[in-house]
Structure formats: structure tokens, C-alpha cells
């Protein structure tokens, strides 16, 4: 059973930082790109940042890029988000992804609330 578990949202000050983490399990976390989206009500889910299965190559939407950083730790089955100079429009539901394309198979996480607020 595949498991995408978010953690590291929370409620900041227009300005601050936040790290999300992502922790998965049953999968070869290796064999998956990870990405990070965000939803709002109303609005579709978004891609904000996506990784590579071995952490070589890294996108980024424009509205993050120089913000946002992802990375992750294949040892520790992990992706990250760091958050930096946060603006209230980052406020979404942060969801972890993970996607093999030759396996076809798609995997999420619960999701976690980041509000930017002051």
C-alpha cells in the first residue's frame, strides 16, 4: 500500500518560511519523479515544483521560481519543500505526487494547509 504522508504546513507571516516534507512508503521511491502541487477552492490544482527521480533535474513554476526550492533524500524515501519569502497568494493545500510514467502509476498525498497571513 502506497503512502504519501505531508507534513510542515502551517500559518506564516507574508515574508516568512516554511519546509514541507513528504515521507512515502510502499513504493520504490527511487523508480519516482516527485512533484509538489497546491489548490485552491475553486481552482484547479497547480504544479508548483518537480523533481527527478534522482534529484537531477528540478522544475519550477514561474510564480515560485528563486522562491521554492525542492529536494529530496532517496535514502530516507523524502521530498522537501523550502518555502522562502512567502506571499499571501501562496496560501493553497500543498499536495505531495509521485509519478512513474512507464509504470503509469500516480500517487498523493492527503494534502497540507500552508496559509501566508499576517
Known amino acids: 500500500q502506497v503512502q504519501l504522508v505531508e507534513s510542515g504546513g502551517g500559518l506564516v507571516q507574508p515574508g516568512g518560511s516554511l519546509r514541507l516534507s513528504c515521507a512515502a512508503s510502499g513504493l520504490t521511491f527511487g523508480s519516482y519523479a516527485m512533484s509538489w502541487y497546491r489548490q485552491t477552492p475553486g481552482k484547479e490544482r497547480e504544479l508548483v515544483a518537480s523533481i527527478s527521480n534522482r534529484g537531477g533535474s528540478t522544475n519550477y513554476a514561474d510564480s515560485v521560481k528563486g522562491r521554492f526550492t525542492i529536494s529530496r533524500d532517496n535514502a530516507k524515501n523524502a521530498v522537501y519543500l523550502q518555502m522562502d519569502s512567502l506571499k499571501p497568494e501562496d496560501t493553497a493545500v500543498y499536495y505531495c505526487?509521485?509519478?512513474?510514467?512507464?509504470?503509469?502509476?500516480?500517487?498523493w498525498g492527503q494534502g497540507t494547509q500552508v496559509t501566508v497571513s499576517s
Open positions: 505526487n509521485a509519478q512513474n510514467i512507464w509504470l503509469a502509476q500516480v500517487y
